[in-house]
C-alpha cells in the first residue's frame, strides 16, 4: 500500500509587532507539537524589521538566543503572492551562480500575534497566494484586532460590553483636556486605557486618578494611533472561553478563570510566571461558575465568533459578575497565546489534536473558497475602446464607462 504524503505545513512566526517574542513561543509549541509523520514542519520567521528566513534551525527555540538569521542554515525567503508558485520562495535574490528555489506549500500555520500577522495583512497575502491557512479569514482577522471596530460589530449584535469611548492620537496631542473632560463625565473610576490593536496587555494600564490617566494614554498612544478607555467594573472575575470551527459551525470550551495577584492579567503573568508561556499561567478549569452561567458565556462566545465570520479559532475573554449573572464581553483573540490549548485539553481534546483539527478546518475553508468564481469575461474593454475611438474622430471623446 502506498504510504500517504506528508503535508507540508509552513509556520509563519515572529513578525513585526510588539507579541514578536510570544508569537516565537506559540511557533515553538506548534512546531514540536505536530505529528512528524503526517506533517512535514516548514520554519518561516519573520524578524523584528520584516525580512523573511527559513532553515532547520528556526526549528530549535534555543536558536533565538542572539541574532537567530546570522546562524548557519538559515536563509532568506519570501511567500510568492503568485497563486502559480502556491508556496514559498527560497534565496529569492541570489546573485548569478545561485538560482531560486521554489517549496509548495500545502497549508500555513500562521502563529503571529497582532501586528502584521494578526490583523488580517498576512491572510490578505495568503488569499492572493491562494494557499489554505489556519484561523480567520482577512476581515475577521481585522476586525477582532481592532477592539474599537469589534465593538461596533458586536454592539450590533446586542452582545454587552463595558461602556468606553475612543480617541485619536493626534486628538490627544492637541486638546488633551477636552479628552480628559470626556472621560470624566462619561465613565467611572478605575479605567482601563488600551492601544487599539496591541495585545498580551502591552501597553495596557490602569488608571484611578487622572496623573495615572495622563500618564496611561501617553503609554498607549506609542502602541496605536487611536486608543480606547473602557470603564473598569467592580467585583468582576476575568472568564475565558475558547471557540473553535468555521463560522456558522462553530463548537465552545470549557471555561477558564485566569488568576492574577494584580488588577489585571499583565504581559509578566502571562507569559514569564509559568515554565510554557501561557500553558504555564494561573487559572482554574473548568471556571467555578453555576452550569446556566457557564451555559450563557458559551453561546455569547460562539454569537461573537459567528458575527466576525470566525474560521478556526478563538478565545473571547469575558468581565462576569457571579453574584448578580451580569456578563460583558472584552475582546476577542484570534490567535491566542498557545492557541489555548488547555481549555480544548479540558474539553477533551489534546494538543496534536487540536493542530490536526485547525489544519483541516484551513483546508476546507479553501475548498469552500474555490467555489467562488473570480473570472467574468464581458466585452466592457472593446466597447470602452471603441467608444473613445468614435469620439476623437469628431466631437467629444467618452472617457467615462
Known amino acids: 500500500m502506498t504510504a ?3 503535508r507540508t505545513v509552513a509556520v509563519i512566526f515572529g513578525g513585526r509587532s510588539v507579541e514578536h517574542d510570544v508569537s516565537i513561543v ?8 505536530l505529528d512528524q509523520d503526517r506533517f512535514e514542519v516548514v520554519p518561516v520567521y519573520i524578524n523584528r524589521e520584516g525580512s523573511w528566513y527559513g532553515g532547520e534551525p528556526l526549528l530549535e527555540l534555543a536558536s ?9 542554515g538559515v536563509y532568506p525567503l519570501l511567500l ?8 514559498l520562495l527560497l534565496q529569492p535574490l541570489a546573485g548569478r551562480f545561485r538560482r531560486s528555489r521554489l517549496q ?18 498576512l491572510q490578505g497575502l495568503l488569499e492572493l497566494a491562494d494557499v489554505p491557512y489556519v484561523g480567520c479569514l482577512t476581515l475577521g482577522s481585522a476586525l477582532a484586532n481592532d477592539k474599537i471596530s469589534a465593538r461596533a460589530v458586536l454592539q450590533q449584535q446586542g452582545i454587552p460590553l463595558v461602556p468606553a469611548l475612543h480617541f485619536h492620537r493626534q486628538q490627544w496631542r492637541d486638546d488633551p483636556d477636552s479628552i480628559l473632560a470626556r472621560i470624566r463625565e462619561q465613565l467611572q473610576w478605575p479605567v482601563f486605557v488600551k492601544p487599539a490593536t496591541a495585545g498580551s496587555s502591552i501597553g495596557i494600564g490602569r488608571a484611578d486618578d487622572e496623573p495615572l490617566l495622563r500618564a496611561s494614554i501617553d503609554v498607549a498612544t506609542h502602541f496605536d494611533r487611536r486608543v480606547l478607555v473602557e470603564q473598569g467594573i467592580s467585583g468582576h472575575v476575568e472568564i475565558n472561553c475558547s471557540v473553535l470551527g468555521n463560522s456558522p459551525d462553530l463548537r465552545a470550551s470549557a471555561l ?55 474560521h478556526g479559532i478563538a478565545r473571547i475573554d469575558f468581565f462576569v459578575k457571579p453574584e448578580t449573572n451580569e456578563i460583558w464581553l472584552g475582546e476577542i483573540n484570534t490567535m491566542p497565546g498557545s492557541l489555548a490549548a488547555w481549555l480544548w485539553q479540558e474539553s477533551g481534546l489534546s494538543f496534536p489534536e487540536l493542530l490536526e483539527e485547525l489544519i483541516d478546518l484551513a483546508r476546507a475553508a479553501g475548498v469552500e473558497k474555490r467555489r467562488n ?9 472593446g466597447q470602452t475602446r471603441q467608444r473613445g475611438q468614435k469620439g476623437s474622430k469628431g466631437g467629444k471623446a467618452s472617457t467615462g464607462v
Do not use: C
Open 80 to 87: 510568492s503572492p503568485d497563486r502559480r508558485h502556491h508556496g
Open 104 to 121: 509548495r506549500i500545502d497549508v500555513v500555520f500562521p502563529a503571529i500575534h497582532g501586528t502584521h500577522g494578526e490583523d488580517g495583512t
Open 64 to 72: 533565538f538566543d542572539g541574532d537567530v538569521t546570522a546562524r548557519e
Open 4 to 6: 500517504r504524503r506528508r
Open 256 to 310: 477558564e478563570q485566569p488568576l492574577s495577584w494584580d488588577d489585571f492579567l499583565t504581559y509578566e503573568e502571562k507569559y514569564l510566571h509559568g515554565p510554557e508561556g501561557m500553558k504555564g499561567a494561573g487559572r482554574i478549569i473548568p471556571a467555578p461558575l453555576n452550569e446556566g452561567l457557564t451555559r450563557r458565556i458559551q453561546e455569547m462566545a460562539i454569537r461573537a465568533f459567528r458575527a466576525i465570520d470566525g
Open 26 to 33: 506559540t511557533a515553538s509549541q506548534v512546531m514540536r507539537a
Open 373 to 381: 468564481s473570480y473570472d467574468y469575461r464581458s466585452d466592457l474593454i
